[in-house]
């Protein structure tokens, strides 16, 4: 948000992790929106097994392989200088470690798997994590799956709590060729492609309508 009166109020950026048996949505809202996001996009290749000939050339075998990297940075010092009793006790870890979450197993999951080994059970599946979407404006939100966070701790406090950092968060985007019918992320990544058709449409035509307008005035 800017610092002048009646400058427009910026929507800030968030991941927003959503736990199957848990209601209640985990958001990591960013302090401040990171000045660069980069993207890169690469066409899916056939599926195993499936045979690619000459006729398949201009064959699409699914959305896109779409990852995404970003640099955010984590601040409490707006929240100190307002007195925060929170950012005074823990600085920025409690943000920190709703990233860091994102990365780990329930621990109660640990707890229950661990028992379930001493009592003999031969096999234990890994437990499974949170739906992560990244949100990114009203129309840009993906699932998308938390591919690496690297965190630079810049600014401690006395008692060595960080209250500065810099996190850069690597992730890949799922897509309905990677989730089931059945997930809440199928349906998010559909909307979200019908959104881009509609932007491409209207991309289409102001490029027509604007090379129309060059040839006239040729």
């Known amino acids: 948000m800017g610092s002048f009166p009646g400058s427009p109020r910026t929507l800030r950026?968030?991941?927003?992790?959503?736990e199957p048996r848990n209601p209640l949505s985990r958001i990591v809202l960013f302090g401040y929106n990171p000045d660069e996001?980069?993207?890169s996009l690469k066409p899916r290749g056939a599926?195993?097994?499936q045979q690619v000939g000459p006729?398949?050339?201009n064959r699409i075998w699914g959305a896109p392989v779409e990852t995404i990297s970003m640099t955010v940075e984590v601040d409490a010092t707006?929240?100190?200088e307002a007195g925060d009793p929170v950012a005074a006790a823990s600085g920025i870890a409690p943000q920190l470690?709703?990233?860091e979450m994102l990365?780990?197993?329930?621990?109660?999951?640990?707890?229950?798997?661990?028992?379930l080994l001493l009592a003999g059970t031969i096999e234990i599946l890994p437990p499974e994590g949170p739906l992560t979407v990244l949100v990114w404006g009203p129309g840009r939100a993906v699932p998308v799956h938390i591919d690496g966070l690297e965190i630079t701790e810049q600014a401690f406090s006395p008692t060595l709590v960080p209250t500065r950092a810099s996190v850069q968060i690597s992730a890949t985007v799922l897509t309905y060729d990677d989730l089931l019918v059945t997930s809440p992320g199928y349906a998010l990544f559909l909307v979200h492609q019908v959104l881009k058709e509609a932007l491409a449409v209207v991309g289409g035509v102001s490029g027509a309508m604007n090379a129309v307008a060059d040839l006239a005035g040729a």
């Open 103 to 115: 990365l780990y197993p329930s621990s109660s999951l640990v707890i229950a798997n661990t028992a």
């Open 97 to 99: 470690s709703a990233l």
């Open 37 to 39: 996001v980069s993207r």
């Open 47 to 49: 599926g195993a097994g």
């Open 55 to 57: 006729g398949d050339a």
């Open 13 to 18: 950026g968030a991941i927003v992790a959503v």
């Open 78 to 80: 707006d929240q100190l």
